[in-house]
């Protein structure tokens, strides 16, 4: 394993044929924030929330907020705290295609995206949650990420990058996947 990222959070891999990226998940702030959310102001909420649904004073929205959107955004919590501890994205270059492997503490799922223009590859525009952020959480450090066209259609990897990040991956997968079109296309010639 050869090592040309930063801050240890992103790894590039030369073995093999099928070079790849791991991105890892951030430990900073948000984490923090997650903890603080997860252990305190969810539960507190939500001990107000049913006692007022339970009571005659409670309306559908109480209910609603007590039994639908405080667990959910919960787990949502425990979600993104797990991603920030243990998270990686794994992507690997394979002919004109990307193999993408999102896991926590070892377990995920994988998929593909077929025939990536590797001129597509650029940064996201700014992360909706950076925009919200502003708003709700006083400014958490939210980031971006890479789109791309696969197939014809805008898809997105790399979530949470800083723009220096985003731009080592972008290189380093456009490296890759134009050395495939390139062996690809002369293939077809001979």
């Not at 909706?128 to 006083?138: A, N």
Request: proline letters at 3%.
């Amino acid at each position: 394993m050869h090592a040309l990222g930063t801050k240890k959070r992103l790894t590039f891999d030369l073995a093999d044929k099928e070079p790849s990226v791991t991105i890892r998940g951030r430990r900073t702030a948000e984490s923090l924030f997650l903890l603080f959310s997860l252990v305190f102001v969810i539960p507190v909420m939500e001990v107000l929330l049913v006692s007022t649904a339970l009571s005659d004073q409670g309306d559908i929205w109480s209910t609603v907020f007590a039994y639908v959107i405080f667990p959910a955004l919960g787990v949502i919590s425990a979600y993104s705290l797990m991603w920030q501890h243990a998270g990686e994205e794994i992507i690997k270059v394979t002919g004109l295609d990307l193999r993408v492997r999102r896991r926590i503490y070892g377990r995920g799922n994988e998929y593909c995206l077929g025939n990536v223009d590797p001129g597509s590859l650029q940064l996201s525009a700014t992360h909706d949650l950076r925009r919200v952020s502003w708003l709700m959480f006083w400014g958490l450090p939210w980031q971006r990420a890479i789109q791309l066209r696969s197939d014809g259609r805008r898809k997105l990897i790399g979530n949470d990058l800083s723009a220096e990040e985003a731009e080592e991956v972008i290189t380093f997968l456009r490296r890759y996947l134009r050395g495939h079109a390139h062996a690809s296309l002369n293939d077809s010639r001979t």
